[in-house]
């Protein structure tokens, strides 16, 4: 969907397949919130939400009883500022602590420094254990933000805070592909770039069952044997000396072993966090929202959240699309669900799901009168994507990161076997984290194939 300005393996990998000059820029902000139990379900503008939240207004904290004096008149993005500033301190201390040493071990120590004191909770005990806030404040920065997910690690959760938070989100430089996000796989694989090509080195359709080696003859004498099944309903089997899986491990799991790995490996495939998402997209015959927005004075597009089921819809960025120059269609990301919630939305049919994404869209605005311009419906279900492993990406839980990356970003099998995917990775969810765990595997083989220490 989007792309941070600091992303720079992908950014470089845009570069280099000339992919540069369909960057534009994707709309973080949001621009009204819906909440059903305000002033007869009255849709906001996002700075009205902020003015009423600082304002103490009685209708608005009347959603939220039970905040305490201090967590009243902030925003949402300003209680999330002092509920971490007691992290963010501890990280410049121990940033300023390394004396002399090069930028990068500074940020790497500071990290760890605290990893080592925050990775032990999740979003939700940090804010109760560590900020003290009461359940209304969850509660408030719950709904007010559309990408919170509480059980992920604490950690995790600090590193990507930007897309929970208006001010933040627009200053992460967040940009997107005109002709979609596949143009950088597809480029991978484009006949044009001649021998750099991978196109013929890729079997499309095979879906890896089972891997192993004659455990009699040991690893050194036999290769590796993947065994997949082909879409004919053939069985096929490759050997080679490395195996790199570069799939999540929901998905690994479902694949047979002839022997198990290490046992952290292990218990890390079976005991990471991933998280669920389902994502509903409405195409509408006119872009009736450009309207609904430049009446509210909000621009043309951006975000909206609310506390009906779809949570959260992206309205596309109109400035510099080249998708919107000939017609007054568009494609709306009508709900963006995580955890329950997806798999709320996953669980009805393409047609309930389809009406219910449209009705709540027509609820928040019903001036527009949207439901008579619904033309088409797609979804992403990632509980129920098989390839996926049921879901969407890894975050990590508590203490997860402290306990497993290490092992994950390790070599098995005696230096056969490597892990790549997001999962190995410091940048999970991101496109980002899929190259720096894959960049890592190529330094692996390199050094298991040459004998050297990666
Ligand atoms: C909802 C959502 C939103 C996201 N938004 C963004 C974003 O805005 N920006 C961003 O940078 N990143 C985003 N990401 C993250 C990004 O898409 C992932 O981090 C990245 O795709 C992970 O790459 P990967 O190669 O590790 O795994 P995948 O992309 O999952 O690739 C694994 C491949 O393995 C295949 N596979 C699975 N099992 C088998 C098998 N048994 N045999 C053969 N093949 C198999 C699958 O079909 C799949 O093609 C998002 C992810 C999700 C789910």
């Given at each position: 969907m989007r792309i941070p300005a600091d992303h720079y393996l992908l950014r470089k990998y845009i570069k280099d397949f000339g992919l540069r000059s369909q960057l534009f820029d994707f709309e973080m902000e949001n621009k009204?919130?819906?909440?059903?139990?305000?002033?007869?379900?009255k849709t906001l503008t996002y700075t009205e939400f902020n003015q009423l939240l600082t304002g103490r207004d009685t209708k608005l904290l009347a959603l939220f009883p039970n905040l305490r004096e201090e967590e009243k008149g902030k925003t949402c993005d300003e209680l999330f500022t002092e509920a971490v500033q007691v992290v963010?301190?501890?990280f410049w201390t121990a940033y300023d602590s390394l004396v002399g040493a090069d930028e990068s071990e500074k940020i790497k120590f500071a990290y760890q420094t605290i990893t080592n004191s925050y990775d032990k909770y999740s979003l939700r005990s940090f804010f109760m254990e560590v900020a003290n806030w009461s359940l209304d404040a969850i509660n408030l920065y719950d709904l007010g933000n559309a990408h919170v997910v509480f059980e992920?690690?604490?950690?995790?959760?600090?590193?990507?805070?930007?897309?929970s938070s208006n001010s933040a989100g627009s200053k992460a430089g967040l940009q997107q592909l005109q002709k979609g996000m596949d143009q950088v796989p597809l480029a991978f694989i484009d006949p044009?770039?001649?021998k750099d090509s991978l196109i013929d080195n890729i079997t499309?359709?095979?879906r890896v069952k089972d891997i192993g080696f004659d455990e009699k003859l040991g690893f050194g004498q036999l290769p590796i044997r993947v065994g997949y099944d082909s879409p004919s309903g053939e069985t096929l089997y490759v050997d080679s000396d490395y195996l790199i899986l570069a799939i999540p491990y929901t998905a690994q799991?479902?694949?047979?072993k002839s022997k198990a790995f290490a046992p952290k490996q292990e218990m890390a495939i079976r005991d990471v966090r991933y998280v669920e998402v389902t994502r509903v997209l409405l195409q509408y015959k006119s872009r009736w929202w450009e309207e609904v927005f430049t009446a509210h004075k909000q621009g043309l597009d951006g975000g909206v959240?609310?506390?009906?089921?779809?949570?959260?819809?992206?309205?596309?960025?109109?400035?510099?699309?080249?998708?919107?120059?000939?017609?007054?269609?568009?494609?709306?990301?009508?709900?963006?669900?995580?955890?329950?919630?997806?798999?709320?939305?996953?669980?009805l049919s393409v047609r309930h799901r389809t009406r219910l994404a449209a009705e709540n869209i027509d609820r928040i605005f019903p001036e527009a009168k949207s439901l008579d311009l619904v033309e088409q419906s797609a979804s992403q279900v990632f509980p129920a994507d098989e390839l996926a492993g049921g879901s969407a990406f890894c975050y990590f839980g508590p203490c997860q990161k402290s306990e497993y990356l290490e092992t994950m970003c390790e070599t098995d099998w005696e230096d056969r076997v490597f892990f790549a995917g997001e999962q190995a990775s410091f940048t999970h969810g991101w496109i980002q984290g899929a190259l720096e765990a894959g960049l890592r595997c190529v330094q692996q083989v390199y050094a298991a194939a040459t004998n050297t220490v990666a």
């Amino acid at each position: 969907m989007r792309i941070p300005a600091d992303h720079y393996l992908l950014r470089k990998y845009i570069k280099d397949f000339g992919l540069r000059s369909q960057l534009f820029d994707f709309e973080m902000e949001n621009k009204f919130i819906y909440l059903s139990g305000y002033d007869g379900a009255k849709t906001l503008t996002y700075t009205e939400f902020n003015q009423l939240l600082t304002g103490r207004d009685t209708k608005l904290l009347a959603l939220f009883p039970n905040l305490r004096e201090e967590e009243k008149g902030k925003t949402c993005d300003e209680l999330f500022t002092e509920a971490v500033q007691v992290v963010v301190n501890e990280f410049w201390t121990a940033y300023d602590s390394l004396v002399g040493a090069d930028e990068s071990e500074k940020i790497k120590f500071a990290y760890q420094t605290i990893t080592n004191s925050y990775d032990k909770y999740s979003l939700r005990s940090f804010f109760m254990e560590v900020a003290n806030w009461s359940l209304d404040a969850i509660n408030l920065y719950d709904l007010g933000n559309a990408h919170v997910v509480f059980e992920n690690g604490f950690i995790e959760s600090w590193k990507d805070a930007f897309l929970s938070s208006n001010s933040a989100g627009s200053k992460a430089g967040l940009q997107q592909l005109q002709k979609g996000m596949d143009q950088v796989p597809l480029a991978f694989i484009d006949p044009n770039r001649g021998k750099d090509s991978l196109i013929d080195n890729i079997t499309f359709g095979a879906r890896v069952k089972d891997i192993g080696f004659d455990e009699k003859l040991g690893f050194g004498q036999l290769p590796i044997r993947v065994g997949y099944d082909s879409p004919s309903g053939e069985t096929l089997y490759v050997d080679s000396d490395y195996l790199i899986l570069a799939i999540p491990y929901t998905a690994q799991r479902a694949i047979t072993k002839s022997k198990a790995f290490a046992p952290k490996q292990e218990m890390a495939i079976r005991d990471v966090r991933y998280v669920e998402v389902t994502r509903v997209l409405l195409q509408y015959k006119s872009r009736w929202w450009e309207e609904v927005f430049t009446a509210h004075k909000q621009g043309l597009d951006g975000g909206v959240v609310c506390d009906l089921p779809i949570r959260y819809t992206m309205f596309p960025k109109t400035e510099g699309n080249s998708q919107f120059d000939n017609s007054k269609r568009g494609v709306v990301m009508a709900a963006y669900t995580f955890e329950q919630d997806a798999t709320i939305l996953g669980a009805l049919s393409v047609r309930h799901r389809t009406r219910l994404a449209a009705e709540n869209i027509d609820r928040i605005f019903p001036e527009a009168k949207s439901l008579d311009l619904v033309e088409q419906s797609a979804s992403q279900v990632f509980p129920a994507d098989e390839l996926a492993g049921g879901s969407a990406f890894c975050y990590f839980g508590p203490c997860q990161k402290s306990e497993y990356l290490e092992t994950m970003c390790e070599t098995d099998w005696e230096d056969r076997v490597f892990f790549a995917g997001e999962q190995a990775s410091f940048t999970h969810g991101w496109i980002q984290g899929a190259l720096e765990a894959g960049l890592r595997c190529v330094q692996q083989v390199y050094a298991a194939a040459t004998n050297t220490v990666a």
